[in-house]
């Protein structure tokens, strides 16, 4: 088994050639220049084996998803990715063949979406494989979407569709589905789609955003108290996939479950057409799910108005 700098040189310097603030990763940091008339964002999330991603998933598949959540996190607030750094803390009996796998994953993403590693560090934990990555990107000043700018009167929108990653857990763990659901929804698991061209073309046109990570009911939940405002779904418009559609919880994943890493935002009624339109251009589903009022709280109801009562209002790690 290889040592640190051994692994860096080998892995981890290949990714870091597109960037030349990275400096080659031989430095102790990287050197990031900002255009005038942009802002930074930055962003970081972390994930532990067991607990964000199961022990036996594929490297590659580990690696996309510590990236894609990253960049969610960045498409929530209208910015487009510029780089990141990452920080691998690996129990002592993972093998350099899983390391070779994750970076291979990192590289893909890499030029998938458009962006370098220029920094990071390779540990050693007594505990169970933990993943971060800090991520970088760029957004006009003054425009970034937030959570805590949604006003009374706005249409509640979500893009994609909801439920599918908490029943592809749900799958691995055990429920019965056929081989192309199972492989649809592992796949929606293990590898979300960040919606970043969605969050850029949305600066100026809605008044606040969020990423769905810990369930849709959860989320929205971080935008109403943020904002000062209440609001309320209409379970029907839900948009939930023909796959997850037939199987059982599918409500409830789509509610409550998590991981989904779709875009959730509010705009104003006047920007309707102009959102049905993005819909079209990026070939994306952007369903109008309820309506931001003066509050408090929050409400779900179903097709007759009737308000629904929810168990699960979406993922806490406490």
């Known amino acids: 088994m290889q040592g640190e700098f051994a692994l860096i040189d080998e892995l981890l310097k290949p990714l870091a050639q597109g960037f030349p603030g990275a400096l080659g990763l ?43 959540v990253n960049l969610s996190d960045l498409a929530a607030m209208g910015a487009a990715p510029l780089a990141y750094l990452t920080v691998i803390a690996k129990p002592k009996d993972l093998d350099d063949a899983w390391l070779a796998g994750f970076a291979s994953g990192l590289g893909l993403d890499q030029k998938r979406f458009g962006l ?51 029943l592809g857990l749900r799958v691995i763990k055990g429920l019965a589905a056929t081989e192309d659901e199972a492989f649809y929804l592992v796949e929606r698991y293990r590898r979300p789609e960040p919606r970043l061209a969605l969050g850029q073309r949305l600066l100026g ?11 849709l009911l959860a989320d929205l939940g971080h935008i109403l108290e ?22 059982p919880g599918w409500l409830e994943a789509a509610l409550g479950g998590g991981d989904d890493y779709e875009l959730l935002f509010t705009a104003p009624e006047s920007a309707t057409p102009a959102i049905e339109a993005l819909a079209g251009e990026l070939g994306l589903r952007l369903a109008a799910i309820g309506r931001i009022d003066t509050g408090p709280g929050l409400e779900v109801v179903d097709a007759t108005g009737a308000p ?10 406490f």
Do not use: M, N, Y
């Open 205 to 215: 046109l809605a008044h606040s955003a969020i990423d769905v990570s810990d369930g």
């Open 26 to 68: 031989t430095d102790d940091a990287a050197l990031v220049d900002v255009p005038a008339g942009k802002s930074l964002v930055i962003a970081k999330d972390a994930i532990v084996a067991g607990v964000h991603f199961l022990v036996d998933d594929p490297a590659e598949a580990v690696a996309q998803k510590l990236l894609r």
């Open 226 to 247: 943020e904002s000062t405002v209440g609001g309320r779904i209409e379970a029907d418009r839900l948009p939930i996939s023909a796959v997850a559609h037939g199987l």
């Open 308 to 317: 629904l009562t929810v168990e699960a209002h979406g993922w806490r790690h």
């Open 116 to 166: 370098s590693l220029i920094g990071g560090d390779i540990v050693s934990t007594p505990g169970p494989l933990s993943l971060s990555c800090t991520i970088l990107g760029l957004v006009e000043k003054g425009r970034a979407l937030r959570r805590s700018t949604a006003r009374p009167g706005d249409v509640i929108w979500v893009s994609g569709t909801l439920g599918d990653a908490a």
